[in-house]
């Protein structure tokens, strides 16, 4: 093969994003927006909140990032609060679905109770297992009532940048009671032609101790089907392997799939007709 691998600038990786965002079909185009939610007691502590980022127009989704409770205020009600201000930000921004991980160790009856359903399943060398889980939001499901309610005296509001490092922070402490924080190292690799000319970028992440990512993966569109995808790709697989990893993932939608599927990745999981029209794709490849 006649090109050079280096390392991948800031400004080729935005580039490697715009060009993805045109190569998906229109319909999936989305405007991303993160918002924070935040409940406070009496004395203006912040108590519980989450942290979520909307994909408006035709992606129609949130992903519901963290959500975490103060130990000293759980089973009151107060999770169920920001679950159903979340589902409601999101009806009215026209998503219809809501997205969400968590593990063995976390809240998983919690959200089933809300409606919500396991559609991927990790299990990590250390015995605890990642999960996520969806809500159509059209879709007719009995709300949950806690037993306990006593925490709705209390009131959801939006947060700041700031309320969203303190949920961060109390989220952090719960799971490394559990797991330690993985150090996340990047691949961020480019192929040149002969005169320095940028033909493909990868963009990957390993998380040590868990499991590797594929982020973004293109090529420029006069050299595909050549190979160039596939050798990066590899590469970003030899990468996590150095580093340990069992296995590592990606997403795709029903636009570029089967580039993944004949590169050796399996299903293990899907989202159907999210966005409208289409179907998202969650796949591993052991490495």
């Not at 965002?21 to 924070?36: G, H, L, Q, S, Y």
């Not at 991927?120 to 306990?148: E, F, Q, R």
């Not at 309320?163 to 990047?186: H, M, R, S």
Request: with cysteine; glycine share 8%; charged share 30%.
């Amino acid at each position: 093969m006649d090109y050079k691998i280096k390392n991948l600038t800031k400004e080729e990786a935005a580039y490697i994003g715009e060009k993805i965002n045109e190569i998906v079909p229109r319909e999936v185009d989305a405007d991303k927006e993160t918002f924070v939610l935040k409940v406070e007691n009496e004395n203006g502590e912040i108590i519980g909140g989450c942290i979520a980022e909307a994909y408006e127009y035709h992606w129609s989704r949130v992903l519901l990032e963290e959500l975490w409770v103060d130990e000293r205020y759980r089973h009151q009600g107060i999770g169920s609060m920001i679950i159903r201000e979340v589902e409601r930000i999101a009806r009215g921004k026209g998503c219809r679905v809501v997205t969400l991980g968590t593990a063995s160790y976390m809240a998983r009856p919690f959200y089933e109770r809300h409606g919500y359903e396991v559609f991927t399943v990790l299990k990590k060398a250390n015995g605890y297992i990642d999960y996520s889980l969806v809500k159509y939001l059209d879709k007719d499901t009995p709300n949950y009532v806690p037993t306990n309610n006593s925490g709705t005296r209390y009131m959801v509001s939006f947060g700041s940048e700031d309320d969203a490092d303190i949920i961060q922070n109390g989220l952090d402490t719960y799971d490394e009671a559990y797991e330690p924080k993985y150090e996340t190292v990047g691949f961020y690799k480019k192929l040149t032609d002969n005169d320095g000319k940028f033909a493909a970028g990868v963009i990957a992440d390993v998380n040590k101790g868990a499991y590797g990512f594929v982020k973004a993966l293109f090529v420029e569109e006069p050299l595909r089907r050549q190979g160039l995808g596939t050798y990066l790709l590899k590469e970003a697989e030899a990468f996590a392997k150095e580093k340990d990893m069992p296995v590592i993932m990606t997403s795709a939608g029903d636009w570029n799939v089967d580039f993944f599927k004949k590169n050796g990745y399996l299903l293990r999981g899907e989202l159907k007709d999210v966005p409208k029209g289409h179907n998202c794709y969650e796949l591993y490849k052991l490495i």
